[in-house]
């Protein structure tokens, strides 16, 4: 089976501080996720990433960056965190498919729980 | 653009009964369609897609659901509801013509309760 690990189940930080959430996946899978999950809102993708070095913006980059130096690890970083940024963060990946990035299932971790005050 | 609606926050059946958690989407061209299943405290599970063919996909955990082009559709069923089936049910979509976007765009989610 798949397993996307994160590092920390949850988080406290205050405002201002930087913040990194870590993912690792152990199948060698090509893509990685980040979302955020708020009630009422869904999932909504803040980054992704399909190979070593690269990455693409989701929906709401703003404020937040990524990092991803190995295939296996994908990192999120918030450069200054805010209260608006209290949410569930979760880390997803997946194989490249054919024909596209969302042929393939995503496999998701179990979430960082982050609380901004 | 992409979009998916989930129009009930919350669907409540007696276990034993068939359930329905329903999925309306919004794309250019042809879905490819997805649902998730989340636990508490845990990260989504895939249950299953549609990307081509049958318009009756089956799933995990006895799941299945049916892709209506004309009535842009794809609800999850499940012919006999357990407790264990208690969780929150995102469906997702992504429009393949959108062409550089790459999204999945997910909807907000439904909690099904499954009562004794």
């Known amino acids: 089976d798949v397993k996307v690990t994160q590092s920390s189940r949850y988080l406290v930080k205050r405002t201002g501080e930087k913040v990194f959430l870590e993912c690792v996946q152990d199948m060698d899978h090509e893509n990685m996720f980040w979302y955020r999950q708020d009630p009422g809102l869904g999932l909504r993708l803040i980054y992704f990433?399909?190979?070593?070095?690269?990455?693409e913006k989701g929906d709401i980059p703003e404020g937040y960056s990524v990092s991803r130096e190995k295939k296996e690890r994908f990192s999120l970083i918030l450069e200054s965190a805010s209260t608006n940024q209290t949410s569930m963060y979760l880390c997803?990946?997946?194989?490249?498919?054919?024909?596209?990035?969302?042929?393939?299932?995503?496999?998701f971790g179990n979430g960082t729980r982050l609380t901004v005050t | 653009a992409q979009s998916v609606a989930q129009p009930e926050d919350q669907v409540n059946v007696a276990e034993g009964n068939p359930l329905t958690v329903k999925c309306t989407y919004s794309?250019?061209?042809?879905?490819?369609l997805f649902w998730y299943v989340q636990y508490p405290n845990r990260g989504l599970q895939f249950l299953l897609k549609y990307i081509t063919g049958d318009n009756l996909v089956k799933g995990s955990y006895g799941f299945e659901a049916e892709f209506n082009k004309s009535q842009t559709s794809f609800h999850l069923k499940k012919p006999s509801a357990l407790v264990s089936d208690s969780a929150l049910y995102f469906c997702?979509?992504?429009?393949?013509?959108?062409?550089?976007?790459?999204?999945?765009?997910f909807g907000t989610g439904t909690h099904l309760q499954v009562e004794l």
């Open positions: 794309v250019s061209g042809n879905p490819y």
């Open positions: 997803a990946s997946s194989r490249a498919g054919t024909g596209g990035f969302f042929n393939s299932p995503l496999h």
């Open positions: 997702a979509v992504r429009d393949p013509l959108t062409g550089g976007g790459n999204k999945l765009t």
């Open positions: 990433s399909y190979d070593v070095k690269m990455k």
